[in-house]
């Protein structure tokens, strides 16, 4: 009987980790990130114990969570030339690791980093799936430039060579990666979390190119921007995060103390939705509304990890899922919360401020700035707006002069208002709609860059 087998995933960070039942209340789990909430309560809905943790390579979205499971009793799994700092086996290609009853063999598949493994589940003698990680994902093949991007075309020719050997497993061999849709690791837009060697060399374009070179050109042509804390967490992982603090609270902070703390250099964040932040926020606040991605965002736009946190939430925000997305991208230093939120704030007689909030029919295009991704922004935008990604935003050169920030929804156009203001600019305003919605309202057509 084959092992059953569960998707854990996560939205923000556009990944899955697996988690696969192996008989006798035992559990294996491969590619978890640090936030295991939604893990142990899938294993314990089945009464399951994880006994073996897995991680495909050296993680640069998220900060491992097998550290935290090994700690718990599983043996953890990885690649014996990852370097890793702490306890550990260590597999070569070829290694077979008995699962009682199944089977895991880790195939030695270099390219999205030099010493990823994917690792090929079998029952008995039979195939069932493989644990692709970072190299072969559905549609397309992660990127090879964030070990180093002088290197990007070397790792390329490494992945072809991977995909390629994947590539002759059997075709009903199921495909079930970590990197899926909205992972800045180059899943395309709206792919599914699973699918089939045969269906991929059918489909997947980087499996259909003709010959090596076109397979480099494909896949580094398709490279976008990453957040910034990409850089630190392959280290991270190499040595093992620190222990997570026991108590996962976020402890109230009076105004007094957030005064004290903003003016020794904290960072203060505000995760309530984007009309609440405008209506009135602390002056300097960083806004980054609660959502699948504010992980991300978060360590794009203070990618210093050391640097104190202090938050600002609506009381119906839920707190753990703060304290959650900082820490699975290795932000540990949660100064704690602001008591009383706002209300505490105003009723001590600090100063409000506040950014106009304008519809799709109040804007002149010569002064809005874009802050999508440069894919989004291709595909269609106002005529003579600026372009500058929200992650390069707080590095931008700006003219002077008011601005009206704009993105799809409105998150990113406050969060980029708030950079804006953090910058000392004025006159900022937000667009509360997206540029589709702008044609819409206007009759006027977007331009296109191709």
């Known amino acids: 009987m084959a092992p059953e087998l569960v ?6 960070l556009g990944n899955t980790t697996w988690l696969v039942g192996l008989g006798e209340g035992r559990a294996l789990v491969v590619d978890a990130s640090r936030d295991l909430r939604a893990v142990r309560a899938a294993a314990g809905e089945r009464g399951w114990t994880v006994a073996y943790a897995a991680d495909t390579h050296l993680h640069a979205d998220f900060v491992t969570g097998a550290v935290d499971l090994a700690a718990g009793g599983a043996q953890l799994l990885a690649s014996a030339a990852g370097g890793r700092a702490y306890g550990h086996r260590g597999l070569r290609d070829g290694d077979v690791v008995d699962l009682g009853g199944s089977t895991l063999r880790a195939l030695g598949t270099p390219g999205h980093t030099d010493e990823h493994l994917a690792y090929l589940l079998s029952d008995g003698d039979r195939p069932i ?8 994902i559905v549609g397309a093949a992660a990127r090879t430039d964030l070990v180093d991007p ?11 060579a991977s995909l390629r050997r994947l590539a002759t497993l059997p075709d009903d061999v199921r495909v079930w990666p970590t990197h899926g849709a909205g992972s800045f690791c180059s899943a395309p ?11 991929e060399k059918l489909v997947n374009p980087l499996l259909t190119a003709p010959d090596e070179d076109a397979f480099v050109s494909r896949l580094l042509g398709s490279l976008g921007t990453f957040p910034a804390y990409f850089r630190r967490l392959a280290e991270v992982n190499r040595r093992g995060p620190s222990p997570l603090p026991t108590d996962a609270a976020l402890p109230p902070l009076a105004v007094e103390r957030v005064l004290a703390l903003r003016a020794a250099g ?21 806004a980054i509304s609660l959502r699948p991605v504010f992980a991300t965002w978060l360590g794009w736009l203070v990618p210093d990890p050391t640097t104190p946190l202090v938050f600002v939430r609506a009381a119906e925000q839920d707190p753990d899922e703060v304290v959650w997305q900082a820490r699975k991208i290795g932000h540990d230093v949660l100064a704690g919360e602001l008591a009383g939120g706002m209300t505490a704030w105003a009723g001590a ?13 109040q804007v002149d295009p010569a002064r ?4 999508r991704q440069d894919r989004e922004y291709a595909a269609g935008h106002l005529p003579a707006a600026r372009h500058v990604e929200l992650g390069a935003l707080p590095d931008a050169d700006l003219p002077p002069g008011p601005l009206v920030t704009m993105c799809a929804h409105g998150e990113r156009a406050t969060t980029a208002a708030s950079v804006l203001e953090r910058a000392g600019h004025s006159g900022i305003a937000v667009l509360t709609a997206g540029a589709e919605d702008w044609a819409k309202v206007t009759g006027h057509p977007l331009e296109a860059t191709v």
């Open 150 to 160: 002088d290197r990007a075309e070397e790792l390329a020719r490494a992945q072809y």
């Open 349 to 361: 007689g600090q100063p409000l401020a506040t950014v106009p909030r304008v519809g799709p029919d």
């Open 7 to 12: 998707p854990v995933a996560d939205g923000g």
């Open 189 to 199: 837009p709206g792919a599914a979390r699973s699918s089939s060697i045969g269906r």
């Open 129 to 136: 799936g493989v644990f692709t990680g970072g190299s072969l």
């Open 368 to 371: 809005v700035l874009d802050v």
């Open 266 to 286: 904290a960072v203060v964040v505000d995760v309530r939705p984007p009309a609440a932040y405008a209506a009135g926020h602390v002056p300097g606040a960083l």
